[in-house]
């Protein structure tokens, strides 16, 4: 079965065709980072208005890089919820507008849902339960999974997402937007215990975040100047202690609920430290590990296209009226 995967939530336009959940035949991304740099964060208006000028070529280049034609597709799945509400309407416009002309079936898609789905494409086997911890912009959650389409959140951040406290960091130490990327390039040659920085641990059972004091800390260090310590010190002490709590926390949620597998998802587990951290830590444990390759952490829709897969079989196909939600949690 080939899932057509249309994504538009945010910053990025994204269509995918993956063939029976796992098997990528394309993977196409028009990203509008460049544009959103210039303001140092996305404008939503900005955002809709981009998307409607992609939209259609994003479509046909998948295809063309699948080598499929329209009347290959067997559904179409599309990211209805949360995001830009301008945004996310371009993407299932055009979702209802093909599965309408082709008679095939429109799934409406959980963003959330999708990055966690990002683990499932390839080969792998991944065994339930498990936990997995969602880290992007706007989100900073984990999840506990009994099955597929069963959630339960375990913790999430009591204020900032830990993108959020990438890419501010990353601000204040004129690193552009966002920074996220660039912290993690420049933390590779850096001393992580070289700039004293806070840890939220909100107590020894907690599985929540909150990273508000992280940022109020690289704010008060920088506004006295940052020439005490290389760029590359900072960075690599602000992406420790972003890095370290989040592991803590997701290796405590796995070892509370006894889970099989560890994974991890969203835009900032692209992040390298991040990936290193948990995989020691799992192996230390037995516990099977999975994070999808940095291109799938970050915004696509082949992680749409692999959660429609799922979804169809097991709740079936959304009308043509599906609305599109700005703000949904997946559990
Ligand atoms: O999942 P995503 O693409 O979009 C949202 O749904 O939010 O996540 C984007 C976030 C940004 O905050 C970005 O700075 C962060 O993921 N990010 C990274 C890395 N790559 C992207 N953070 C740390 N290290 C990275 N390598
Ligand atoms: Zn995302």
Same mark, same amino acid.
């Given at each position: 079965?080939?899932? #057509?995967?249309?994504? &538009?939530?945010? %910053?990025?336009?994204?269509? @995918?065709?993956?063939?029976?959940? =796992? $098997? ?128 339960? #959140?375990?913790?999430? &951040?009591?204020? %900032?997402?830990?993108?959020? @406290?990438?890419?501010?960091?990353? =601000? $204040? ?159």
């Amino acid at each position: 079965m080939i899932v #057509l995967g249309l994504e &538009t939530s945010c %910053d990025e336009t994204s269509a @995918a065709l993956v063939e029976d959940g =796992r $098997l990528i035949l394309s993977n196409v991304i028009a990203s509008q980072v460049d544009l959103h740099s210039k303001t140092g964060g996305v404008v939503p208006e900005v955002a809709s208005r981009e998307h409607v000028e992609q939209v259609n070529a994003v479509i046909q280049e998948a295809l063309d890089q699948a080598r499929c034609e329209f009347s290959d597709i067997d559904g179409i799945a599309v990211a209805n919820r949360p995001g830009l509400m301008g945004a996310l309407m371009v993407g299932v416009s055009a979702a209802k507008a093909l599965a309408y002309s082709l008679s095939k079936p429109l799934i409406g898609i959980h963003h959330i849902e999708a990055h966690i789905y990002a683990n499932f494409l390839g080969e792998q086997k991944i065994e339930f339960p498990l936990v997995c911890l969602v880290a992007s912009g706007g989100h900073t959650q984990i999840f506990l999974m009994k099955d597929h389409g069963s959630y339960s #959140l375990l913790g999430r &951040t009591l204020d %900032d997402a830990a993108g959020e @406290a990438f890419d501010k960091s990353a =601000r $204040l130490l004129n690193l552009g937007y966002p920074g996220g990327i660039v912290i993690d390039r420049l933390a590779k040659s850096g001393n992580p215990s070289a700039v004293k920085l806070p840890r939220a641990r909100l107590g020894s059972e907690s599985l929540d975040f909150s990273f508000s004091g992280l940022k109020t800390a690289v704010l008060n260090a920088t506004a006295k100047g940052t020439t005490d310590h290389p760029i590359e010190d900072w960075c690599a002490s602000v992406q420790e202690a972003i890095v370290e709590v989040l592991v803590e926390k997701t290796i405590r949620a796995a070892t509370t609920h006894n889970v099989k597998s560890v994974l991890a998802a969203g835009g900032v587990a692209a992040n390298s430290r991040l990936k290193s951290e948990l995989a020691a830590a799992c192996k230390r444990l037995g516990l099977n590990f999975s994070i999808p390759s940095p291109i799938l952490c970050t915004d696509n829709a082949a992680m749409i296209a692999c959660a429609g897969f799922y979804q169809l079989q097991r709740r079936g196909q959304d009308g043509l009226d599906l609305d599109v939600i700005a703000t949904e949690s997946l559990a």
